[in-house]
Every structure is written in structure tokens, then in C-alpha cells.
């Protein structure tokens, strides 16, 4: 069974729910708008299911409604950033803007994250730079219970670690849709495998450890304690690349940010805390935006002549998915499955909301 929304009905439920929390109307909205977002890119991982984690994030006080993004180290092109516990949705915004002042100054910015509650949807953050017509790429480590095993590991030890990478395609009246790759650097994301579990669905061979460390296709065993009371794993996306992909990620977004990286047991809390190396450069301060404009969109256009392959829809580029799955679910709704539904619900009664 499942549950039809509009994204305005959705966003609305949402914004009801994280008020109750003790977040103001303003910032309740700008969560729930990201998160609706997310589940209009066709990205349920990262869409309204997260709320009920929040929810509980905030009543251990983990997460903290109403905090601002603090500048601990200011070198002009170089920011460091505290996101102070405070939704990643709203304090990776302000982090971002922040960088955009320093890019409008000098041309580029490195900037670092630390200490913000899960982010969501990285390209977010991407888009926000290409749309200024700026090249943008981040680098994210999870603060979480570990869900990733090492290549040839046996039990999870890093989180899902994403990486995103956005370029704009075009300049002036030639820009086209840019190019935004954002991926988990394991298989597939965590909250893939909560919408599966939800859903009582199995998933791709390949994609999963049980608890033994042995191969399986049942989401579950990321979702809810084993029969040992332990947890099974994701694997690493490319084998041995996607796992020093992961690593990287884990360095620069946690070690590098002064966030921090995984090294212990796991606990039961309920938060998720992100670090984020951010960069952001200005095409026309490198001297190169005209060429650079022309060069994408000559490589897009070849990359584009590839005859399709047989039962494809031909060659598709990062970002286009998303686009097309925004305008369909805009017109069909946004389908969110009982179990989840129930867990928003559910997590309503909590902070005395009745959804």
C-alpha cells in the first residue's frame, strides 16, 4: 500500500512536523523543501523518509533546530566552517553562500564543513554553483553507524561517503543543463536500502553482506539488527576504485574539515553528521570560460552522437535522470510507501503532531 502527494501537500505535512519539532516555520520549510526535493529528483533515499531520523536526532539532542553555520578560520579564498549541529539543509546552504562571496572576490574558494547534521542531497549543493555558472566539487564523510564494508572486508566501517561534482554546460545564451554527477560511493545509498526494506523488496546480487559477511539480497540487514544483534553491510561501488574513492572522501570531508573520521563501534544514536571539502572555481577568473564553454558543449554534443544500444534509451548524462523524474513526479504525484508514511507518522506523535 502506499500514499500519493503533491509536492506543495508533502512539503506542507513536513514543514508541520519539524515545527512541532522545535525548528521555526522558516527553516522547517527550507528542510522540507529539500527533502520533497530530493523525492521529486527521484531520490527517496534522501527524501521525506529521513524525517523520522531527524525527528529522533532532535529529541537526543543531537541535532540542533535553529543552528547557524559558525566561521572558525577566515583566509579569504580559504573558509573553515562549523556547521554547529544544525540541519545540514540549512547550514550547508548558508556554508555555500558564504564560499559564493569568496568566489565573487577571488576567483575560487576551498572551503570545509564540519559538524553539520546529514546534508541530504549533495547536488543541491552543486546546482547552487552551476547555476552562477561555476564548477563546483565535494567531498563528504558520514558520521554514522558504519554501512560499508572495505573492498575484501567483511563488516561495515565508513558510511556511504558521497562524492559530487557539478560543471556548467554553456555560457550566456548558450547555456544548456549542466552536467551534476552525485553519487555514494558504495553500491548504492543507504537510504536506497530503507525504501526497499519498506517496500518488501529484495535488491541486486552483489549490492549487500549479511551479518556473517556473507552475500545477500535482503535489505533488511542494513535496516534493522540481525540475528546475532549485528548489522550486515553495503559494498563498495568499482570494487577497489570505489573504496579509495571512499577513503578520500573520508580524509578530505572528515580528517581534513576537523570533523572527524569513523574508528569505533558502533551506538544506537540517531544522528548523522557530515564534514564536506567543498571547491568552487570561477571559469572566467581562470581566463578559460569562452573555451571552456565551447569545449563542453562540443564534448556533450560527440558524447551525445554514440548510437544508442540495444533495449537503452541512448547515451544520458548525470543530472538528466533527475530533471526528468522532477517533471514527472510534479504532474503524478510523489508516491511515498505505507511503512514510511507510518514512520512520519509516527513520528508526529512524538512532538505531539497528528498527521
Not at 168 to 175: A, F, M, S, Y
Not at 343 to 355: H, P, S, T
Request: hydrophobic share 40%.
Amino acid at each position: 500500500m502506499s500514499h500519493t502527494f503533491s509536492a506543495s501537500d508533502l512539503e506542507h505535512h513536513i514543514t508541520q512536523l519539524f515545527v512541532a519539532a522545535g525548528s521555526t516555520p522558516a527553516e522547517a520549510s527550507q528542510v522540507a523543501s529539500n527533502l520533497v526535493m530530493a523525492n521529486l529528483s527521484g531520490h527517496d533515499s534522501h527524501g521525506v523518509g529521513m524525517a523520522p531520523r531527524y525527528v529522533d536526532a532532535i529529541l537526543e539532542k543531537s541535532l540542533t533546530p535553529g543552528s547557524s553555520v559558525a566561521v572558525r578560520v577566515d583566509g579569504g579564498m580559504l573558509l573553515g566552517l562549523d556547521g554547529q549541529q544544525g540541519f545540514g539543509q540549512t547550514v550547508g546552504v548558508q556554508a555555500m553562500e558564504l564560499a559564493f562571496e569568496r568566489v565573487a572576490q577571488h576567483g575560487a574558494c576551498i572551503m570545509s564543513l564540519s559538524h553539520a547534521h546529514h546534508l541530504g542531497r549533495i547536488g543541491h549543493f552543486a546546482e547552487m554553483a552551476v547555476a552562477r555558472g561555476w564548477v563546483s566539487l565535494h567531498f563528504v564523510n558520514v558520521l554514522s553507524r558504519p554501512v560499508v564494508a572495505p573492498w575484501h572486508g567483511g563488516d561495515g566501517r565508513y558510511g556511504t561517503n558521497p562524492c559530487c561534482i557539478g560543471i556548467p554546460v554553456g555560457v550566456g545564451d548558450n547555456t544548456q543543463e549542466p552536467f551534476v554527477l552525485d553519487f555514494a560511493t558504495s553500491r548504492v545509498a543507504q537510504g536506497k536500502m530503507r525504501v526497499a526494506h519498506n517496500e518488501g523488496k529484495q535488491v541486486a546480487p552483489g549490492t549487500l553482506i549479511d551479518e556473517h559477511g556473507r552475500p545477500t539480497t535482503n535489505p533488511g540487514v542494513v535496516v534493522v539488527p540481525q540475528s546475532n544483534g549485528g548489522y550486515g553491510a553495503l559494498m563498495p561501488f568499482g570494487e577497489h576504485k570505489g573504496f579509495g574513492l571512499a577513503v578520500a572522501c573520508e580524509l578530505l570531508g572528515g580528517a581534513l574539515s576537523g570533523g572527524g573520521t569513523w574508528h569505533r563501534e558502533a551506538d544506537n544514536k540517531r544522528a548523522v553528521y557530515n564534514g564536506m571539502l567543498s571547491i568552487i572555481i570561477d571559469p572566467k577568473a581562470l581566463g578559460t570560460q569562452m573555451s571552456f564553454a565551447q569545449e563542453t558543449m562540443a564534448f556533450i554534443d560527440w558524447l551525445r552522437q554514440s548510437p544508442a544500444t540495444e533495449g537503452s534509451d541512448g547515451v544520458k548524462l548525470a543530472g538528466e535522470p533527475e530533471r526528468a523524474a522532477r517533471v514527472a513526479r510534479q504532474k503524478n504525484g510523489i508516491v511515498v510507501d505505507d511503512a514510511t508514511w507510518q514512520e512520519i507518522k509516527d513520528a508526529g506523535a512524538k512532538v505531539g503532531l497528528k498527521l
